[in-house]
Every structure is written in C-alpha cells, then in structure tokens.
C-alpha cells in the first residue's frame, strides 16, 4: 500500500492467514440474515400496502384465492408468498396447496391498533430510497433536507403513530402526569410541537371539549392534513399552523406542551426546548416523547432496537439537522443528554416513563416551576 487509504482487496489481503474460519463463515452467514431481513421487510410492506395479510387473516387459501380477495395479480401474490412462507411469516400446506396467516401473525401484521406493526416496514421503504444522498453527505457534509423526504415521509409518520395514539394518548399517555385529565377536563391551552398530521391534538379536541388544542409543524402537507380531519370530525377547539417551533412564540401562555418524536431531529434543539420553556405558563406541563436510549453507545449496547434506532438516525433524524447546519443530535441522543438538556431550558424536574405499548420510546414529564 503506498496510501493511507486501505481498498477492500488490500483489507482481504493483509488479513489472510490470521483469521477465524469459523468466525468468517459465521459473520458471512449473519450478513445474509440482514440482507434477508432487509427484503423481507419490503415484503412486508407490500402486504400491508396490498391488503395482503387482511386477506390471508381471513382464513386458508390458495394463492388464486389470496389474490381474488385482495383483488391483486395471482403471479405476484404467488412470489410473495414464496418470501412470506420460506420467510416463516405464512404457513404452507402443499398437499391443499393452501397458504394460512397464523392468528399471532395476523395479530401482529393487521388491525387499526398500536399492535399492527406492518406499518413499520414503511419506514425502511421510504429510508432506503435516500441511502444515496445520506452516504454522498457522509463525504461532503451536511445532509438531507427534510423537505426531500416529504410527502412521503408525512403518511410513513402518520401510519406509524396513528395506531398507537388512537388506542393508548387518552387512556395511557395521560395517566402518566398526575392531574392532567382534570385539567384537561376544566379547560386547558394545549400544543403539540412537530404534530405531523395532528392526530394527537384531534384526538385530545375530541376528547375535552372545554381546553384548546394547537398543533405546529414545519411541513405544509402535515398541517393541511391535520387542519382537514379536524374540520371533517367538526372539532373547533383544534388547530393548525405551519410554524418553525425555534421561533416558537405564543400570544397566551400555554398550560400543557406535547411533542412526539421531535426534539432529537431539530436544527436548534436547545432553541426549542427554551421556547417551548417560555411558551408555558408557571406550573405548566412538558410532556416530551423521545427514544428510550442511553447518551452512551456502551449503555445501548443490549438494547436489541438500538440498531434500527441509530441506523433510523443516520437516513433521516440526524441528516435533517445537520442539512440545515444543526446541532445533529441523533434520535440516540439517549437520557442523560435529554435530562441536561431539559435542565439548560429550564425544567429541572423531570420524570422519565417507559412509553406505553411501545419499547423504542420513552416520556418525559417536566414541568415550569412557579405555580
Ligand atoms: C419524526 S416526526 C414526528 C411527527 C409526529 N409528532 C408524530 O409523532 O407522528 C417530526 C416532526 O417534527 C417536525 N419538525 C421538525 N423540525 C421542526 C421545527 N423546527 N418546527 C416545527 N416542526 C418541526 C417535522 O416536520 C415532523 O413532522
């Protein structure tokens, strides 16, 4: 080598003779796992996107069948179940020729709740159509705008939150903060910041009529959907507006400030995190939703999700940030830095729960002194 660069082939080279056979071929076996995992997961959501395993939930049947049901080409459905069956998602009976969904898939696969997890999948459909710009950023910096990722981004977010905002905010979530569904009840000035589609902010209007909701993001297309639902389910005490939370201001102190998922991805975290300190009134409430990891990768390292989560970092939440020459947290930035964080905006009392219903997330609960 005359470089400081080492090329594959000269890695393989230098390496011969000093290796573990069996280490190789168990690392080369584990490398297809992924590789086979990875196209399982577009599997998965082309079945979810299909009306597949809505299809196959409802009983045994023969791809014909599958593909009637679902109203789709028997070829592809054929092929697909060649992955799901060989793939250990869908049992096969060659003698009927038959294909079943067994009812603990089928209660993990479909369903409008928090349990349907096929949603999921979405999220590394629509992250692998930026592996290119994400590792181009790896060699010149900065990163990818959130603006590349939408609309497509907006409906992965809403498909993967909606379920478990519907069955878990109200009857979960908010027995986490003592008093809250009083307060609630007799009238409260409520935000969501980063809302996405609203769908926590409806759901609350829907649920207290006497406290106000308003949700604000970034993302035009996320507000017209929210701003749509709200009007269709008629609630007048939600709204909507397209507005950067880094230059948050209110014109009434807010009593209860929600964020889901998004502080680790902002440009100006801490900017955020003050406004949203200034924006509430003395006793007011912070509820903030993030991941439930370390700051330190050695503290990460049993968490069987902390691969996906610092791999989801890499393709959007930290190359967001650092395309508009931000903080470039990381969705990894773990509790301790949230907690110090918090502290630097002003809440210093913070209560850390597990998410309910859902292991990758955790829920802060601060509040402002000075009730
Ligand atoms: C990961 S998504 C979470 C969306 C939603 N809260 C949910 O849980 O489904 C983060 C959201 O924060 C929004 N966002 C990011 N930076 C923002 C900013 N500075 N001001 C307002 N919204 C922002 C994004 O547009 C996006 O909708």
């Known amino acids: 080598m005359t470089g400081s660069t080492l090329a594959p082939e000269d890695l393989g080279t230098a390496a011969t003779g000093t290796l573990d056979e069996a280490r190789v071929e168990a690392f080369a076996g584990r490398l297809f796992e992924l590789y086979t995992g ?11 996107r299909t009306g597949l395993f809505a299809a196959a939930a409802a009983g045994p049947a023969t791809s014909a069948e599958l593909a009637g049901r679902a109203d789709l080409q028997e070829r592809y459905v054929r092929e697909w179940l060649g992955a799901m069956v060989t793939g250990g998602i869908v049992e096969h009976d060659p003698a009927t020729g038959t294909y079943r969904l067994p009812p603990e898939h089928a209660a993990c696969l479909t369903g409008t709740g928090s349990s349907n997890l096929a949603a999921f999948s979405r999220l590394d459909t629509h992250l692998a159509k930026h592996v ?9 910096g900065g990163g990818v705008p959130y603006a590349a990722f939408r609309p497509e981004f907006t409906d992965v977010m809403d498909a993967l939150g909606r379920g478990t905002f519907d069955e878990l905010l109200v009857d979960a979530y908010l027995p986490l903060v003592p008093g809250l569904d009083a307060r609630l009840a007799a009238g409260a000035r409520v935000a969501d910041v980063g809302c996405g589609t609203g769908r926590a902010m409806v759901l609350l209007a829907a649920a207290y009529p006497a406290s106000t909701f308003i949700g604000y993001d970034l993302a035009d297309d996320a507000v017209a959907r929210a701003r749509s639902e709200a009007a269709a389910a008629g609630l007048a005490n939600a709204r909507f507006e397209v507005r950067d939370a880094a230059g948050l201001t209110v014109e009434r102190p807010l009593d209860v400030v929600f964020v889901f998922d998004a502080i680790h991805d902002q440009v100006d975290p801490a900017a955020v995190l003050g406004r949203i300190h200034a924006a509430l009134a003395p006793g007011g409430t912070f509820v903030m939703v993030e991941p439930r990891v370390s700051s330190d990768l050695a503290g990460n390292l049993a968490n069987p999700l902390a691969p996906m989560l610092y791999s989801v970092s890499t393709l959007h939440c930290l190359t967001v940030s650092l395309a508009g020459g931000g903080a470039g947290l990381g969705a990894a930035w773990g509790e301790e830095l949230a907690r110090s964080m918090l502290a630097d905006a002003g809440f210093g009392d913070v209560v850390v729960h597990e998410a309910p219903g859902d292991p990758l997330n955790a829920v802060f609960v601060a509040s402002k002194p000075g009730a």
Do not use: K, N, S
Not at 132 to 137: H, S
């Open 38 to 48: 990875g196209m399982l997961t577009f599997m998965v959501d082309i079945g979810h």
């Open 132 to 140: 290119d710009a994400v590792a181009l950023a790896f060699r010149e």
